[in-house]
């Protein structure tokens, strides 16, 4: 995408060759700061610290986290050890160790003074994947506008989200928001209801700024607004993305996902939920056995946000004496999705429609058995 | 209840007689402050800005804001302009109306000079009355506490509550968290989970404050993860409070009390609602008949907290291109709601089970007729 008319992605190579340039996304919308990222330490700490987040997005710098490592350690050892720290940083996106597979693969024939530009290149070759996957996912999904654009007869359609599943969660174009910018350029009359997406407000300072920044019409509400969204018959549809989809189509996703599934059942809203394959797990059938991140109390109970004068910083809104959990993903039945968009189609919720889509033998880069 | 050792209500008549003395809500936790409103507009003012807010508290002072309206203006027409002015602070909870009615009933046979009198005296009762109600809630309520502990054999009872019902939403006790008070008086091993309620934080700052004043563990989560706690096993029972419950038991809240009944009902959950009568509208069957109350956008895209040093302050954390929607409430249908615990005993959320409590002719302040 474009930001201030110029060409934007969420995370490049840099022209030297050896690091990894990013966008803070701990800054956004209140600053827009390029950041270099040129070792191991600085790539986890950039997932860890969600300076990058998205499930996409978090796997290809976790690529360009294990070529950075192996520039300075190319080693057997060195190789085993920017898994395992990389491999640490959150739990619960499939992505990242798909990517950390992938690498950890690619780079094992390979002699040590050539194993940082062979992840350096199969880094690239990921970020290109992840672009053209999320084109091709977003062909699909707008597919699912169309038909809704349809029913509404010119009236703009009226798209629910949650959290950011935006080009900044992925290298371009998103997940969740691809079909919507895919339609925007199509001419489809939208409007986007934003949840603003606590603790981290993912939706509220990222997916609005994206919106903003293409001209898609949208509003932010409150993550407990949605229900009552739905039930008023504002919403046409919710899309959403996925941090990590069981081979049953059980939904792991940003905590405040499965309520909204609910309310959408119980109220006949379709619920999609816009999956690229690597965020499918086909090791996991139950999303109970899903691992959930928790992450600092702090989170919830400071808030940060921007002066009248633009400067960032942190302030308290809970009770000072009060402690506070942060779960940072649920899991949302099979059950109560509608569909699953993925850069082969849409397809049911289940074993046998993602089976469907994924298991002809050799037709991509995610074969569903032996990994 | 006490704070910092020092017994206080949300509202009390000031020595001298001709002024109501409130605690500033919109600073709190931040500040513990004392407002004292000495005029009609005063009064309204700090309804509609939510210094005062919670149902029963709303009434409450509406009926002091009438008696200082009538000490300056007790004509006919000064009765009429305070029963319009304060009746259009805010539109959803329909103790505002009942209050405003009984304070206009009052004076309508008294003399103009004795009216603020009349009205002053009122109020009081009504305060008292309210505390009086509020504790009868809780003690039918605690029943519910007890049988949900004698199945946790000793384990802490895991409440779950939305936005603030406690005793700053009253004049004391609070309607969901006087029962949550008398079993913690009582001995009964509890663990209170804080929805932080956004968009006005009301469980973060307010009831987060309350229970750590008096001692009852606790611990804050944002709204979206409220059913993921639900669906891991980690709620025994939910109990909200409500602004406005119709005679046949739906049950208007804050914004995301609905979805929280949904997420309840998913996991077989109990829901309660603490609905003391004059929060019933015997007039009105069906939910999607209340008001909601559309609120400012800044309500949602700016967020009040302190500073490290203490101070208060507002920062922005939307994207600053970006508007939002403020809906204060929502209406869960009454399918959802397993009871609804009121002053009189615990009924079925139906117009039955409502009848059945409040029918007996002369048995208290609300007819559930003829109003």
Redesign the interface.
Known sequence: VKVDGRPYRSIWRADDGRAALIVDQTLL??EFRVVRLETLEEAARAIADMQVRGAPLIGVTAAYGMALALLRDPSDAGVARAVSVLGATRPTAVNLHWALRQVEAAVSGVAPEARADTAFRLADRMAEEDVERNRALGAHGLEVLREAAEARRGEPVRVLTHCNAGWLATVDWGTATSPVYQAWDAGIPLHV??D????R?QG??LT??E??GLGVP????????????M?TGQVDLVIVGTDRTTAAGDVAN???????A??AS?NGVPFFVAAPSPSIDWELSDGADIP?EERAAEE?????????DGSV?A?????????????AF??TPARLVTGIVTERGVCAATREGLAALFREPGAGEEPPEGR
């Open positions: 919308p209140h209801w934003v603003e997406t606590r603790p407000l509220a300072r609005a700024w919106m903003a949208h509003r932010v509400v409150p993550d407990g607004a949605a229900a009552w969204l039930r940003k905590i405040g996902t499965y309520p909204l609910l309310a119980d959930i919830v109970t400071e808030v940060q946000g921007a002066d009248p910083r302030v308290r809104i809970a009770n000072p004496g009060s402690d506070a959990a942060n779960f649920d899991v």
